[in-house]
């Protein structure tokens, strides 16, 4: 006759292995259960640590300042942070058509929002930043040489956001500080839109958000 002990072992043992699969593998698997997107393209993929993003035709952010109209469906793959943060990522596009552009996002909803990262303008990479509240403006710094990475890094403290860019990753050069919002959450990630060209691929390599 089988030890009682030992069949009692083997059922608490069949419990555990029954509840541990019922628990997250690791840390990467929960913040994917986490993501979402704003405007999903027809076509992206993750491979490891990169996600290749195409941005389509017509798509881009902007609200009222210049040109008039505004524009919402721009492709925006992120978490929901409450509180600050610190969030950075390395860059690489194909660039070729007029405000072409990729980077960071954080968003409150389609009035409050901040984008920054490279935009294509006039036949030239620019690092770029976009406050919005209701309406837009626009900030770029030219580029005089074409880079086939850039890191760039986007810190909130309170109501303010930070935005800084790296030609190494280590070594950050500050570009600009402003207010956005006071509400504690945002939505936070990678962006690309493509506002007057056929459409590109972006590759966003290390994408990280970690407390400030």
């Not at 580029?143 to 109501?159: H, I, V």
Request: hydrophobic share 40%; with cysteine.
């Amino acid at each position: 006759m089988p030890d009682p002990l030992d069949r009692r072992t083997v059922l608490m043992a069949s419990v555990g292995l029954s509840l541990a699969a019922l628990q997250p593998t690791n840390a990467a698997s929960e913040n994917e259960a986490r993501e979402e997107w704003l405007n999903e393209p027809t076509r992206w993929h993750r491979e490891g640590s990169a996600i290749t993003i195409h941005a389509e035709p017509k798509t881009d952010f902007w609200r009222k300042t210049y040109f008039g109209y505004i524009t919402d469906n721009g492709h925006l793959f992120g978490r929901r942070i409450t509180g600050d943060f610190k969030a950075s990522v390395n860059v690489s596009g194909r660039y070729a058509a007029q405000y072409d552009q990729a980077g960071l996002m954080v968003r409150l909803n389609p009035s409050v929002w901040m984008k920054c990262g490279v935009e294509f303008v006039d036949g030239r990479q620019h690092v770029s930043s976009v406050f919005t509240r209701d309406f837009s403006d626009w900030a770029g710094i030219p580029r005089d040489t074409a880079t086939e990475n850039l890191w760039f890094q986007l810190a909130r403290k309170g109501s303010a956001l930070t935005f800084a860019f790296s030609l190494d990753g280590t070594k950050y050069t500050e570009v600009r500080q402003g207010y956005l919002t006071e509400e504690p959450e945002l939505l936070v990630g990678v962006m690309a839109a493509a506002p007057e060209g056929p459409g590109f691929d972006a590759i966003f390599r290390e994408f990280r958000i970690e407390p400030a």
